[in-house]
């Protein structure tokens, strides 16, 4: 009779060692997956993979720079609709890039830019395109137009 409470024993042992090894396994993979899934929700938030823009195609006054959300293609492939009475604005290009601002395929200062525009006559448009510029160089060309009254898009 003890012999058969030893077997009984051993059996019970052997199981209650597979039930560990499958529970810690199980928190193991529920562990992982959890890593997985933090990972991809930093990627997307972090990287913007799905492509949601930052919101910024409007004009400072208010109005949309394009009806498809301010994209570079729709807004440069798009006819101007203007009155017959008014004129087409003229337009001034200007690429952020990084810390440099480059406006007719030469590197400019904001004062330049806002003062090039001012020079022209009848109605501008600087359309800023963002390629990877940094705060503070957005942030002086937006200054500077606002300051002598010059109208712009971000694109």
Do not use: H, W
């Amino acid at each position: 009779m003890a012999k058969d409470y030893e077997k009984q024993n051993q059996k019970l042992e052997k199981q209650n060692k597979k039930l560990k090894k499958k529970t810690s396994r199980g928190a193991l993979v529920i562990l992982i997956l959890l890593l997985i899934i933090g990972i991809l929700l930093a990627v997307m938030f972090l990287f913007d993979p799905l492509g949601f823009g930052n919101g910024m195609g409007i004009l400072r006054n208010g109005t949309s720079a394009s009806a498809s959300g301010g994209s570079t293609a729709a807004v440069t492939a798009a006819p101007a609709v203007t009155a017959a009475t008014e004129p087409a604005p003229t337009y001034i290009d200007v690429k952020v890039s990084g810390g440099t601002l480059i406006c007719n395929g030469a590197e400019s200062t904001a004062e330049e830019i806002a003062s090039a525009a001012k020079a022209v006559t009848g109605d501008v448009l600087v359309r800023i395109t963002d390629d990877s510029a940094t705060q503070n160089a957005m942030e002086g060309l937006i200054s500077a137009l606002d300051t002598a009254g010059i109208k712009y898009t971000i694109e």
